[in-house]
C-alpha cells in the first residue's frame, strides 16, 4: 500500500533517511536546509533513534562519526557556510573511512551570501572542500521523489563503500513541494548493510581489505576493538607515515571508488536519442532544461538533456561518449561555471562547450535557457 | 629482586631516582636507569607510581 | 593486579616505548587511568576511549579498547556521538589544556551543560608540547612559551569552576606526583553518572619546563608537590596560604542532575507515548 503526499524536498529527505533506517542526526540549524533537522527530531524518537542539536556546524560532524562508528547509520544536514565548517571533518571521515550521508542545501555564497536564495555554487566545494587528496561521492536530485530515491542511494553507497555521502541539494529542490508516493510503511525496504568481519577479534585487522578494497567496519562494544584515526594508518589502522603505507591507503581508497563507477555513476539521458545538442544540467537547473528541450523540441530542434545524477565522481566515461555524438555541449548550472570545467576537461575540445552560467540568485526560465541554447548552436 | 627494569623503555627521566627513599637507583652511563643499591628497596613503589615509561616495576 | 600486568593487559601488543618525551606526565597519568578502569572491573569491549589532536591525545592508540584518535579539539562531539548512540559504552575522553580549552571550548561546555554521561580526562601540562611549546589557556599568566617571548599576559582559565559552572556533576583535579590520588579520582569520575572532568596536572619538560626554568622531570614533579593541597587542608587555608597553590581532590559532585542520555530515554517514551 502507498499514499500520496505533497512533500517538500528537504521533507522528501527526512523520509528517505527514516526508510533507509537512519537512527542518529547531529545537525545545527542553517537555511534553507533547516527542515531536515526539524522533521527528523520528530521523528527519530518515534523509531528508538536519536535527534541531537549540536553546539555547531563542527560538533555534528563529530558526533556523527562517533555515531556511525556505534554501527548507525547516521545524517546531518546543512547549508554553505556549515558545510564550510564540516570540511576538516568530512575529510576525518573518508580518512577513517566512516559511512554518512551529509545533506547540503546550497544557497547563495560565498560566506552568509544569501540564505534563502537558490545556488549550485558548491560542486567544487562538494569535491575538493577538505584538504588534501580525498574521493567521495555526491548525489544531486532534480525531483522531490528523487530526494527520497537518492537518499536511499546514499545510505546504499555510503555503507557499502564506507565513504561520505554527500546529497548535494540546491534551495529549488530543498523548499519546492510535490507530488511523490511512498510506501504506508518502510519495513520492505532493503537496507544498506555494513561489511562485517569473518574472523574471531584476535585476529582482526581494521583496514585489511579483500579485493572489494574496502574493510569490514565491526561496531564499537560489538567484541571487535580498533583503533580509528585521522592520520595516515596501514591496515592495522595505527599511524604508518612511511612513503609506502601513505600511497598504499591513498591507492586504495581511490581505487575502492574508482574501479566501480560503473556502480556509482548515474546518468540520466532526456531526449538524447536523435539529439544533435545536448543540455547538461543538474538539480534545480535541470528543472529548467527539461522544459526548454521540450519546448526546443517543438520548435525541431535536435536538443536533448543529460542530468548527471551522481556528481562525484565525475561522469568522465558519459561525458567523453557525450563528445563522440553531438555536435556541441551547453552546461547550464546555478553559479559562476563550475561543472562546466569537468565537462570540458572531459570533452578536450572535441566539440565546442558553452556555459550559461546563472548566478543571480535566480533559476533560469525555459525561456531564458532555450534562447541561450539557441544562440550557442548558432555558433 | 624486587625490582623490574625493562631498559628498552627507559628514557632516563630520572623521575625514579628522585623520589626513591632510599637511593635504591641512579642513571647508568648511557642514561638507562639501574638499580645500584637494590639491597636496600622497601617496595614502596613510588618509582613504579611515577615512571612515565612503565619501564620500572616492584614486584611484591 | 601488579602495574606490570595492567599494563600488559590493557595497552595494546607491541606499542610501547610510547612516543612521548623522557619525564613527560603523560605516560602517568595514562597509566592512572588503566588502574581506575581495572578497579572498577569494566570490560574492555564496553569501554570507549575518544581523544582530540595533541601530545595527550596519542593516549587512545596506545589502550585496548574502542578508541578513535579524532581531530583536534574535536573529542567531545565525537564521544557525544558514540554515547548517544550506543549508551551501554561507558566512554573516556582523553584531551589535553588546549584541545579541551581552547580549539574545543565550545563543545566543552555545551557536552558539561548536557550532562552527558562520560568521563573528560584533560591533561593539564599548560602548554602546546605537540608543536612546540606555545602557550594555551591553561598557560599559567606571565609564562614564557614560543608565542609568547615576552610572557603571556593572558589570564588562564581555572578548568573545573569553568565545567561546573557549565554544568559538569563531578569535577576533580590530581596530579601525575600524586598518581595514586590521581587514579582514585578517575575511578570516581568513572563511576560517576553524568558529566565527569578530571585535572591532571601533568609536567612538560621540554616544552614549558625548559622555557621557565623550572628544571627537569623530577623538579616539576617536586613543583606538583609544592604546590598542590589536599582538598581538606585547603578549606582551612587563608587566602594568603592559598596564593600559588591549587586544591587537589574532589572539587564538586552532584547527584541530583538528570544524566543526559537517560533523559533522552524518557524523551523517546513520551514521545512514543503520543506525548509531545
Not at chain 3, 95 to 113: F, K, P
Not at chain 3, 189 to 211: D, M, N, T, W, Y
Request: proline content about 5%; glycine content about 10%.
Amino acid at each position: 500500500m502507498s499514499r500520496i503526499l505533497l512533500l517538500q524536498g528537504n521533507q522528501a529527505v527526512v523520509e528517505g533517511a527514516i526508510a533507509a533506517g537512519v537512527k542518529f542526526f547531529g545537525g545545527y540549524p542553517i537555511t534553507p536546509s533547516t527542515e531536515v533537522a526539524e522533521s527528523l527530531a520528530e521523528r527519530l524518537p518515534l523509531v528508538g533513534g536519536k535527534f541531537i542539536q549540536m553546539e555547531d556546524e563542527i560538533a555534528s560532524m563529530g558526533a556523527i562519526i562517533g555515531a556511525s562508528l556505534t554501527g548507525k547509520k547516521v545524517m546531518t544536514a546543512t547549508s554553505g557556510p556549515g558545510f564550510s565548517l564540516k570540511q576538516e571533518l568530512i575529510g576525518y571521515a573518508c580518512m577513517a573511512e566512516v559511512p554518512m550521508v551529509i545533506v547540503n542545501v546550497q544557497r547563495v555564497g560565498p560566506s552568509t551570501g544569501q540564505p534563502t536564495s537558490p545556488s549550485q555554487g558548491d560542486i567544487m566545494q562538494a569535491r575538493w572542500g577538505t584538504h588534501g587528496d580525498h574521493w567521495l561521492i555526491a548525489l544531486t536530485p532534480a525531483s522531490v521523489p528523487e530526494c527520497f530515491d537518492l537518499t536511499l542511494r546514499a545510505y546504499a553507497l555510503s555503507e557499502k563503500y564506507r565513504v561520505p555521502v554527500i546529497l548535494l541539494m540546491d534551495e529549488v529542490i530543498g523548499h519546492m513541494r510535490e507530488r511523490i508516493e511512498l510506501p504506508d510503511n518502510y519495513d520492505e525496504i532493503p537496507q544498506a548493510e555494513r561489511k562485517q568481519p569473518t574472523c574471531p577479534p584476535e585476529e582482526f585487522k581494521a583496514y585489511a581489505t579483500d579485493e572489494s578494497l574496502v574493510p569490514a567496519m565491526p561496531a564499537f562494544g560489538s567484541g571487535y576493538r580498533w583503533h580509528v584515526t585521522g592520520l595516515v594508518h596501514d591496515e592495522t589502522g595505527f599511524p604508518k607515515g612511511t612513503p609506502a603505507a601513505t600511497k598504499e591507503a591513498a591507492d586504495r581508497q581511490y581505487h575502492k571508488l574508482y574501479d566501480n563507477l560503473e556502480d556509482i555513476v548515474q546518468v540520466e539521458n532526456y531526449r538524447m536519442e536523435d539529439a544533435e545538442y545536448a543540455v547538461v544540467a543538474f538539480g534545480g537547473g535541470a528543472r529548467t532544461a527539461y522544459e526548454a528541450v521540450d519546448r526546443a523540441r517543438k520548435e525541431g530542434l535536435k536538443v536533448g538533456l543529460v542530468r548527471p545524477i551522481t556528481i562525484w565522481p565525475f561522469a568522465e566515461k558519459q561525458m567523453k561518449e557525450l563528445a563522440d555524438k553531438v555536435k556541441g555541449i551547453m552546461v547550464h548550472e546555478l553559479n559562476c561555471g563550475q561543472y562546466v570545467l569537468e565537462v570540458e576537461r572531459a570533452v578536450a575540445g572535441k566539440m565546442p562547450v558553452t556555459s550559461y552560467a546563472k548566478y543571480d540568485n535566480e533559476p533560469a526560465t525555459p525561456a531564458q535557457l532555450l534562447a541561450e541554447i539557441k544562440k550557442a548552436m548558432a555558433l | 629482586m624486587s625490582l623490574k627494569i625493562i631498559t628498552e623503555r627507559c628514557k632516563g627521566c630520572g623521575i625514579c631516582a628522585a623520589f626513591c627513599p632510599k637511593q635504591v637507583l641512579a642513571l647508568s652511563e648511557i642514561e638507562k636507569i639501574e638499580a645500584v643499591h637494590e639491597e636496600n628497596c622497601i617496595k614502596c613503589g613510588q618509582c613504579e607510581m611515577r615512571c612515565p615509561d612503565y619501564a620500572i616495576f616492584v614486584e611484591k | 593486579m601488579s602495574m606490570e600486568n595492567l599494563i600488559n593487559k590493557y595497552f595494546r601488543p607491541g606499542r610501547l616505548p610510547h612516543i612521548w618525551c623522557p619525564g613527560c606526565g603523560n605516560g602517568v597519568v595514562t597509566g592512572t587511568i588503566v588502574k581506575a578502569i581495572d578497579k572498577l572491573g569494566l570490560e574492555k569491549d564496553n569501554v570507549a576511549v575518544i581523544s582530540g589532536i595533541g601530545c595527550s591525545s596519542r593516549a587512545s592508540g596506545y589502550l585496548d579498547f574502542n578508541t578513535v584518535h579524532s581531530a583536534h579539539g574535536r573529542a567531545l562531539p565525537v564521544a557525544t556521538g558514540v554515547k548517544l548512540a550506543d549508551p551501554s559504552l561507558k566512554v573516556i575522553v582523553v584531551t589535553g589544556d588546549g584541545d579541551a580549552t581552547a580549539i574545543g571550548g565550545n563543545h566543552l561546555i555545551h557536552a558539561a551543560r548536557r550532562n552527558i554521561d562520560m568521563t573528560v580526562i584533560l591533561y593539564n601540562n599548560s602548554i602546546y608540547g605537540m608543536t612546540g611549546g606555545q602557550y594555551s589557556p591553561m598557560t599559567p599568566q606571565g609564562s614564557k612559551a614560543t608565542t609568547a617571548p615576552y610572557a603571556t599576559i593572558e589570564p588562564s582559565f581555572d578548568i573545573t569552576e569553568l565545567v561546573k559552572a557549565a554544568g559538569a556533576t563531578f569535577v576533580a583535579r590530581g596530579t601525575t606526583f600524586h598518581a595514586q590520588i590521581l587514579a582514585d579520582l578517575i575511578a570516581k569520575g568513572i563511576e560517576h553518572k553524568g558529566f565527569s572532568l578530571i585535572e591532571a596536572v601533568s609536567g612538560c619538560p621540554i616544552s614549558f619546563g625548559r622555557q621557565n626554568k623550572i628544571g627537569g622531570p623530577a623538579d616539576m614533579m617536586k613543583w606538583q608537590r609544592d604546590h598542590a593541597v589536599m582538598l581538606a587542608a585547603w578549606n582551612k587555608m587563608t587566602d594568603e596560604q592559598r596564593a600559588g597553590k591549587f586544591p587537589i581532590g574532589v572539587l564538586y559532585e552532584n547527584n541530583d542532575r538528570k544524566e543526559y542520555t537517560e533523559a533522552y530515554d524518557e524523551l523517546i517514551a513520551r514521545a512514543q507515548g503520543g506525548n509531545k
